[in-house]
């Protein structure tokens, strides 16, 4: 914590008494959900603190008394004023004691009264060594004599202006979209373009070709290999290019990627994504060296905007990493531990996206039910939807995904069927509808209670579509258990359905069990289930017919110029005649 955090940005609250305090803490929760800045609300009606109060409570950025960085710069210009507003002897306490994080609201007391202190946001110190590891200096390739060179800088041509040049490929899920698109923001801070529309000619020619990995199916690993060819051929000819592998792939191996690929300049995993500039910049001052990084790290909010792939949709990050050990996946490893934005930031983010002419916003947690509760005082994903459906102006449509049956409320079941900006559509992943094999995956529920759920659904939002995901083919799964996640499926019907086919992932207890399956079993029933499902997303599609539903239009049709395309608030894509210009970003009736 103290090697990587030289700051925080702090608000208080200041009262006499613990009874105070403890009456402020009730009317704060209270209004989590209902007012866009309510720890700024208290502060002005409550704070004793005559220097802060009117700001909202505001200290502003608190040094680390503990970090090397903090305590070698020049020494903080408003220490003397936050000094007036938090005592020193608190502010050690606060780091040595609490080592708060973005969110949490720490109590302290001083000789001033009681502070609630609330953290607004971390800064992290530059990287150091403890969290690059740099394997071995740079040695000539085999059979060619070349010693692999990254540009030297990623700075205009002094002469011509020209800019160096990037290439993203993203391989994966929505996380792995939106941590692509932070990046991208990242290289257009740094003065870098894109290299071109056509991601294989941009990797033909690209300064910096960057590869965001995923690591969930199986071949995942060699996908990446086969991607790094043709750009590791270019580093052999000779050609200065910077080659940086991301993700979750990028995580998962480490150092033995670059010592499989000697070619590629950064490995670094998804807790990563604002620093790539770092990254690039150590890989290069070093003499060329191989940087990884991998270890694990705070979130910060980025500085820089996501380069989006749409203007009327977006995707939100509201929480990274997993804390959920199921026995087949590889996110807990990959993606680290649970880390919630602030509802204050993930706002910002949302009503920034809005004031561009975004309608619609997608918000990402590799288990979004858990939202907040790594914070003090924990919040939930509830309070968020409210919070933003309340508070944000000018989002038409809100999503979210994913979430987990074992942590799936009432509340959040009430907001989605209720919140006018938040759109009737679950995803709710079951991956079997046997108890037996739920137990051997760790999910934590069974199919009784999963059905619960979705008789809550079916009662309180008729109308919505439910989504989910499922697994065939797991360790030990008999002809039986395989029938129950049959049964499942037909006493649901999901509007959609992402179906997989087990396979051992690293890293994961379930890869080394005795009791796999032969890939002919797998891909049979995989074929079974995938037909059910087809057949029940028609019969969920049919239900719209001769009906009028409200489409946000996306983009043109790619198939039919004279026609656009869009989705309802229950997720289905829908196509009709129109002219892209003068609709786009519109709600229509169709």
Not at 204 to 226: F, G, P
Not at 247 to 260: K, S
Not at 441 to 466: L, N, Q, V, W
């Amino acid at each position: 914590y103290h090697a990587t955090v030289k700051s925080l940005f702090l608000r208080h609250v200041l009262v006499e008494t613990d009874e105070m305090a403890n009456v402020a803490m009730d009317v704060l929760k209270s209004n989590l959900s209902q007012m866009r800045d309510p720890f700024g609300e208290l502060a002005q009606s409550l704070s004793a603190c005559v220097y802060s109060r009117d700001e909202g409570g505001k200290i502003g950025w608190c040094d680390n008394p503990l970090n090397e960085k903090a305590v070698k710069d020049v020494v903080n210009s408003n220490a003397e004023s936050i000094e007036v507003m938090l005592p020193h002897s608190s502010i050690s306490e606060l780091f040595e004691e609490k080592r708060p994080k973005a969110g949490d609201i720490i109590r302290l007391r001083s000789d001033r009264g009681v502070h609630l202190i609330r953290v607004d946001d971390v800064l992290l110190a530059p990287l150091k060594s403890d969290f690059i590891s740099v394997p071995f200096e740079r040695k000539k390739l085999k059979g060619s004599g070349i010693v692999p060179q990254a540009p030297s800088d990623f700075m205009p041509d002094p002469v011509t202006g020209k800019k160096k040049t990037y290439q993203i490929l993203t391989n994966g899920c929505q996380m792995n979209v939106s941590d692509s698109e932070r990046l991208e923001g990242e290289l257009h801070a740094m003065g870098l373009m894109k290299a071109d529309d056509d991601p294989k000619k941009g990797t033909n020619k690209a300064d910096v070709v960057l590869l965001n990995t995923c690591s969930i199916r199986d071949h995942a690993e060699q996908k990446l290999y086969d991607q790094l060819g043709p750009i590791a051929a270019r580093k052999r000819k000779g050609e200065e290019v910077a080659v940086v592998v991301a993700g979750c792939v990028a995580q998962q191996e480490g150092e033995a990627l670059i010592r499989r690929v000697p070619e590629i300049d950064v490995v670094m995993g998804p807790q990563y994504v604002g620093r790539i500039e770092e990254l690039l910049t150590s890989a290069t001052q070093r003499g060329g060296n191989q940087v990884v990084a991998t270890d694990p790290l705070l979130i910060m909010e980025d500085l820089t905007k996501p380069v989006r792939g749409s203007k009327i949709r977006a995707w939100v990050n509201v929480i990274y990493g997993c804390n959920e050990h199921c026995t087949y996946c590889v996110v807990p490893a990959t993606r680290g531990i649970e880390q919630s934005r602030t509802m204050e930031s993930i706002l910002s983010e949302v009503q920034s996206l809005a004031d561009a002419g975004y309608k619609e916003v997608t918000l990402l947690g590799q288990n979004i039910d858990a939202y907040g509760r790594d914070m003090s005082p924990k919040r939930t994903f509830a309070d968020l939807l409210t919070f933003l459906n309340n508070n944000v102006e000018g989002i038409e449509r809100i999503r979210y995904v994913t979430s987990h049956p074992r942590y799936f409320s009432d509340r959040v079941i009430s907001a989605i069927a209720n919140l006018d900006k938040v759109c009737e559509c679950f995803h709710l992943p079951f991956q079997s509808g046997d108890n037996e094999v739920l137990k051997n995956m760790r999910r934590g529920y069974t199919f009784e209670s999963y059905m619960k759920i979705i008789e809550k659904i079916k009662k309180e939002a008729p109308d919505a579509s439910i989504c989910g995901d499922v697994i065939v083919g797991f360790p030990g799964e008999t002809d039986e258990a395989f029938q129950r996640t049959l049964d499942l499926m037909e006493a649901v019907k999901f509007d959609q359905l992402n179906t997989f086919a087990y396979s051992p992932r690293p890293n994961t207890e379930a890869a080394l069990w005795e009791n796999q399956l032969p890939e002919d079993v797998k891909s049979e029933r995989l074929q079974k289930l995938q037909r059910l499902s087809v057949q029940h997303a028609t019969e969920r599609s049919e239900r719209y017919l001769g009906t009028n539903v409200e489409v946000l239009v996306e983009e043109r049709n790619p198939k039919n110029a004279d026609q656009v395309m869009g989705r309802t608030r229950q997720g289905r894509l829908v196509f009709f005649p129109g002219d892209i210009e003068e609709l786009e970003g519109k709600l229509v009736d169709v």
